[in-house]
């Protein structure tokens, strides 16, 4: 009489070693490949993340209100990032 795992191990085993046309086939599924959104860059939005430097986020903002002639824009940040865009924002403001 075989434990459970052994008749599991052995299962295993059969099906690994079985031949590509015996084995078992995921032949009902299958690939959708969807459509990239398009990501267009917004002139009046700054995306901070967690690895970019605070620093290099005042400068596009320095950009932005001198070469670009921006009055104002936005800007974005989500989980981690969040205590970056408000040290930006803060030293933005002055």
Known sequence: QKSAEQRNASRFLEAASASPET??????????????????????????????????????AAKLFNEMDKTCFTITATGNALTKAVAAAEVIKR
């Open 23 to 60: 084995r078992p086939t995921m032949n009902k599924y299958r690939k959708v490949i969807k459509p990239k959104e398009a990501l267009v860059e917004d002139d009046h939005e700054i995306r901070v993340t967690a690895a970019g430097s605070v620093s290099a986020y005042i400068s596009r």
